[in-house]
């Protein structure tokens, strides 16, 4: 069996969530009808497949095992139980990722951006927020400045900072105005970008 590709992850992904927002979130409230299943910027990471998902109710970065071609046979691994916390390290930090699994996907790993998804006002703002988190976690230039502590507080609560809290080198050129969510519409550095979600470093 040949080995997947980023496609197939991606439609895997997909499928596997389309299916979970049918027949589980059916009816839930905070579902934005704006906004569908799509699996952003899949791509390998190491051993495992990172991607960023976008749904209805939530953004998470997601990672799976990556099986290369002619693995097909190798012992099965034992995997994490489901909700155990892990921690992953990328250039712009490490954080935590949440185990899970579903028959029709396997196991997987999720980082939590977004959830709900109802600030933002279309698919096309959720896709453009995702690619720009994924330049993110994979930025590694430590010349970059990071907002304050307080200002980011006010981005994940879905304020908007007082004036002069943008900086050079932002990822907000990566997303139009036009195209930004709603009360998220500030400029950020790429690393500040995920500040929120990176775990204290060791010694801190």
């Known amino acids: 069996m040949p080995a997947e590709t980023a496609s ?4 895997r992904l997909e499928r596997c969530f389309k299916a979970i927002e049918r027949e589980r979130m059916a009816g839930i409230p905070i579902l934005n009808r704006a ?3 799509a699996a952003v910027g899949t791509r390998v990471w190491g051993d495992e497949w990172l991607s960023v998902l976008v749904t209805p109710w939530f953004m998470s970065i997601v990672l799976m095992p990556r099986i290369e071609d002619g693995e097909t046979d190798r012992p099965v691994e034992v995997v994490a139980p489901v909700g155990t ?4 390290a990328f250039p712009s930090g490490r954080f935590e990722f949440i185990c899970g699994h579903e028959p029709s996907l396997g196991a997987y790993r999720m980082c939590s951006l977004f959830s709900p998804m109802l600030e933002f006002a279309d698919h096309d703002a959720a896709v453009a927020t995702a690619a720009a988190a994924l330049e993110a976690l994979l930025a590694g230039d430590d010349t ?3 907002v304050d502590d307080a200002g980011m507080a006010m981005i994940w609560r879905g304020e908007k900072p007082a ?3 943008e900086t050079e080198g932002t990822v907000a050129s990566n997303v139009s105005e036009a195209k930004e969510p709603a009360g998220v519409s500030v400029a950020l550095t790429r690393r500040g970008f995920l500040g929120g979600r990176a775990l204290p470093r060791e010694g801190t």
Request: charge should be negative.
């Open 35 to 37: 906004i569908a299943v």
């Open 144 to 146: 970059d400045t990071a």
């Open 8 to 11: 197939d992850i991606s439609g």
């Open 85 to 88: 916390k892990q921690s992953a």
């Open 163 to 165: 004036a002069g809290a």
